[in-house]
């Protein structure tokens, strides 16, 4: 029997770069393990690629996968969802890869509830005025609205409790690096690697 | 306030190579945590030193110790004592400073009943994994070898679960460079670097 992957799921308030430090995780060359892509239904952004940044449907079709529980995840924003399809993580971890989630926080505390044994990774501005500074030089949102989510961002960072590891998004290279640690850390935990002893165990008793 | 120290145990079974583990991940110029120097009541071996190697006090003063429960934890074999000083361990970790002990499985059970958010990890030997495949290979074990060596393995295993990583000792470099991964990883857990966000948080809701 081959043993299950291991979830690894990185999430953290919005605009905090989870995306950019995604990327930057799977240009590694030795990237060893499978990254689930998102389903959406807002419209993509200049450069974003269907089946590479996202999987962008209809909100018709997004609706059908979560009345067939077909989304391991999934929450709405600003008329939009945002999750993630069931099929595929399942299929990797079933394999014996790890699969990473880069997803909101709402959905990581869905993946938490019905995966306990999931890695999961908080990545943190490095103080909420960096975060205030990168939402104004966007330059596409009003103060209003760089306000809301400031509180936003306050009510997301107390939800950091819920994670096992915080990851400052300082530089995009360390925030890569320490994730990569979390990864090769939590692959010598005893509760991941007790089931290859017991095996061998079993095997050697036959 | 100083945001308390970590505290690491490093040990497994007798003869699996902890001390030259320990010794090598201390020449590392960047290892940036403290040895616990343990104390015993055994002679010292051509070329240990005391206060390097270990604290060589008499049974006496070790017994002392014990009354006065100055002992973070202690074990007795073959007619000597073997333990850690709570004092030293205590004022490090009080500093802010990490600190490593590597101490016997009877030891680490006592501090992981007293301390435990410390982070256990567990040194395996090599034939541990390899068991099955060296006994299929050699084909030329007496069949009261064998078992003697599965039911140490079965033993070993059992010791495991109490702790929170297992790291192989196939080679002492790669061993070091796993428990390095693991110290670097558990200093990021969301439940040691919460206190360096709270102050963060407060001063986001004024």
Known sequence: MTKRGMLIVLSGPSGVGKGTVRKALFDEPDTDFQYSISMTTRKPREGEKNGVDYFFVSKHQFEENIKNGEMLEYAKYVDNYYGTPLKYVNETLDSGKDVFLEI??????????????????????????????????????????????????????????????????????????????????????????????EQMLLEGDE
Do not use: W
Not at 125 to 147: A, Q
């Open 104 to 197: 909101e926080v709402n959905g990581a505390m869905q993946v938490r509830a019905n995966c306990p044994d999931a890695v999961f990774v908080f990545l943190t501005p490095p103080d909420l005025m960096e975060l205030k500074h990168r939402l104004i030089n966007r330059g596409t949102e009003e103060m209003s609205v760089i306000n809301a989510r400031i509180k936003k961002a306050v009510g997301e960072i107390k939800m950091m409790r819920n994670y096992d590891y915080a990851v400052v998004n300082d530089e995009v290279d360390s925030a890569v690096a320490r994730i990569r640690t979390i990864i090769r850390s939590e692959r010598l935990r005893v509760s991941r690697v007790m089931p290859d002893y």
